[in-house]
């Protein structure tokens, strides 16, 4: 991977798991980076996101660190707010760095309190480990239920000089769109202000993030913070960053993609494309429908070519449209002509739904030329061995 | 069972399921019944559907008969509405009656194409066995995953005599809200005209099948019918009406519950109780996210008292709260007080979340007084391996 220069990176064992495994992270630029962040939605939120809003408000978005834990969400319990600030000051402290420049993010189970002293104690050795080439030593102690690490990077060569992009997330359960899902940390060697930095990650956040979903459930921990430390010395002018902003959306969405081919119990990535509607809204309204709809995560699940049920799915999202208008293709296969049976082979098809991507394309013809994607998995046994005893 | 009278049923095996077992079946009164029908608010609607809609237009909600088959769902092929048409012909010339007084309606497959032949030759045997006592017959027929029968009856003494109210349904997967889930069909010997019976089927509806969720999709053919037949000559007045209303909620809140307890590989309903919030819409709003919780439901299947699930699905559902003032009970005992854990004997809640029968109960503090009840059931590989390939 070709890394954003001017950042280290640290994980430690810190005591949290009970399985001996990294979770205690830093993710620390040379200087303060101008940072923009997403969070969760749920009006249940855990204290490390009301604290990071605080911060990064506090601060004017400009950030120190970002220190993450896995193991424990910090979330409803009764000492949640000071075990994260008490966090924080220990970084800062470590980091000689002022508290509201740490962004906090924890993951993990909700409603058990969390000891603050394994933070605490652990965060002098952590910040001695800190070094470039640990990028992803942090990306495995941020993963729960995740089976693989998930990392993605991109560079782009500007009018002055080229910058790079790298970003690491995690999340296999508990994924829902409307979101900046699960946790996500990306990294710019750009120097891009935090004004403009914000906007550009809510870009990049609606076409990946936002259009992925595991199980429709919504976490009360999603956190996602790019940071731009401007270490290359290449400030992209106001056309550039759109140019920057996109390739942002490249790392992001291949994140949400490689959170949904490993979501809990996934053996597929499943993508659905809607296109040929009124508005994008509308568009994203149908591929949203079809991507959580249970009946057909599990027929995908059994490569059973169920297009019925895709048809079903649309048909219950809440846009109105004319079924007869309506083509489905499985795997480039059409399947459903005019929202009627087509004629192919089903048994070559089987075979194509065994592949590990599994395309879902739901055209709506003489409609407009709007269009979306969203990202999904199967639904499998292993989700529900998995979420059945995750607690316990 | 205590059955309305009036009413004579039958079930044959006509062909269209590829396993021998009845698949088409006639509900009849002794004269052309007043009949309230729900359906489907999917924008793709079954052919029966479309037709049964448009026959209780027509005949200003008189029905001489429902003629029901299984097996196949005669939706998106075709020539749905050619046969779904011809069926109803073919039991007007059997019963002597009008094509539009018959309601068509059809469960099973989608998109594959139903053969008219197999459902007209087999109307007249069918017809011959018309009787009262066949009541279980037609209940077990409509059912396809299902793994029993659904029935319930009620009996309500008014000032000039006794009125009965019996149901049969079906649905196990492909149920959720907002809509008359699956297939039901209630009948009453009380004398109650067509325009009095709509509001009392909607009202009984909204209590009972649209507080209904087991994996949140909505099906194409969704039905429930209600006929009153008049045979016991008993009519009620306005405020006997209200009477009746409530005695047909109860018979349809059982209906609703044996669908949940019998949800695709369930093994235990689950009936999620919210209380103490603004409006019962609000209440309604936040019971459906929690009963529609993936999380939640496997959870309950591995009896995880995981209650940080339930706060955080009431808290993605859209209404807003002040998760501290949020108190919740799993089995009667208090999990989570004041939006935090409460002391609970893990242990004791475990063995209690075997049970078959698992009660959340949601209480907002200080907000007001509506409530809401849902019913839905676990998740478990069991529902994974029947849609897996349902269709295959």
Redesign the interface.
Known sequence: MNLPIGFRYAAVYAGIRKQERDDLALIVPDQPAAAAAVFT?????AAPVRLARKHLRASKGRAAAILINAGN?N????TGDAVALASCKAAAKALNAKPQQIVPASTG?????LEPKLITAAIPHLASKLAPEHFEDVARAILTTDTRMKVASEEVKLRNGTVRIAGMTKGA??I?P?MATTLGFVMTDAAIEAKHLQPMLAHATERSYNSLTV??????NDTVVLLAGGASGVAPDAKERKVVEEVLTWVMESLAEQIAADGEGARKLIVVRTVGFKTTDDARQVARAVA????VK??I??S?P????I??????SG???D?RKVDIYLQRTLV?KD???ADFDEAAL?QKLDEAEVRIRIELKGSGKSEARFFTCD???G???I??????
């Open positions: 939605t749920n009006v249940v939120q969400a979330c409803a319990t009764r189970v909700i409603g058990v309190e359960g508990m829902h409307n199980d429709g459930d919504m976490s009360t959580n709809s249970p009946l599990t027929a699940a059994g059973d169920n297009w019925g049920r048809l079903c799915a649309a048909g219950y846009i109105a449209f079924p459903c929202g009627l049976a089987k639904l499998t046994e989700y529900i061995q979420n059945g005893s995750y607690r316990t």
